[in-house]
């Protein structure tokens, strides 16, 4: 089955400056990439996905990149900001939102 | 994006006692809802997939006797955790698809003393 490996498991930065979340995944067949964002005790929230016939996607202060070669996708915030400050997983699926394989997360820190 | 809601949000049991999770989905009727486990700063796990008129289908390794689904109308998943154990204290969430994006429930909290 799939696998998704994410990067680091922790990240603290000052506000302002940039995070970037790395994931990496096993099956080549994989196709739709989402990230969700998670704040303590709350459900987790789609910030931002991509499909493989496209490269890069972004969304104001969020971006997130595809390497399909290398089978890995980036997060990509700047601008960060205390509300930043989540976990954030990332997923991989082959056939749609039915088997989609989450990383373990990333808690972000962002400090003031 | 859909509008999930779940019901409690945190509940704490008796070992040995089952506790009831529902599911609702609010703004359009969802075929198929998904329930997914996640322990403290762990990932999220999915258990089944529940599907509207007929048997849920559960991965493997969890007890479907255990954790008992049921997906009546098309707007209602409900999860049981039979004779709860303390190591089933976790996080469970529920979520829809829709337009091929899954969305989230609120989730659940549940601690079995």
């Known amino acids: 089955g799939e696998n998704v490996e994410q990067h680091p498991s922790t990240l603290s930065v000052q506000e302002g400056d940039s995070a970037v979340i790395k994931c990496t995944y096993s099956d080549s067949a994989s196709n739709y990439f989402p990230w969700y964002k998670q704040e303590l005790g709350k459900r987790p929230q789609l910030i931002i996905d991509i499909r493989s016939n496209v490269g890069e996607k972004k969304d104001q202060r969020i971006a997130v990149t595809l390497n399909k070669t290398a089978k890995h996708f980036s997060l990509h915030i700047t601008e960060t900001q205390p509300e930043d400050s989540a976990v954030y997983f990332c997923a991989a699926s082959k056939s749609g939102y039915s088997t989609l394989t989450f990383g373990k997360g990333t808690m972000l820190l962002v400090s003031p | 994006g859909a509008v999930v809601s779940q019901h409690p949000s945190w509940v704490i049991c008796k070992s040995g006692t089952s506790v009831k999770i529902e599911c609702r989905s609010l703004d359009f009727q969802a075929t198929t809802m998904f329930w997914y486990r996640q322990f403290p700063k762990q990932s999220l796990m999915l258990m089944a997939t529940?599907?509207?008129?007929?048997?849920?289908?559960?991965e493997q390794g969890v007890e479907k006797d255990k954790f008992l689904i049921n997906h009546a109308s098309l707007t209602l998943s409900t999860l049981t955790v039979t004779s709860a154990h303390p190591e089933d204290s976790s996080f469970y969430i529920c979520?829809?698809?829709?337009?091929?994006?899954?969305?989230f429930g609120s989730g659940t909290q549940l601690s079995v003393l």
């Open positions: 979520s829809v698809a829709t337009n091929e994006k899954l969305f």
């Open positions: 529940s599907n509207e008129g007929s048997k849920a289908t559960y």
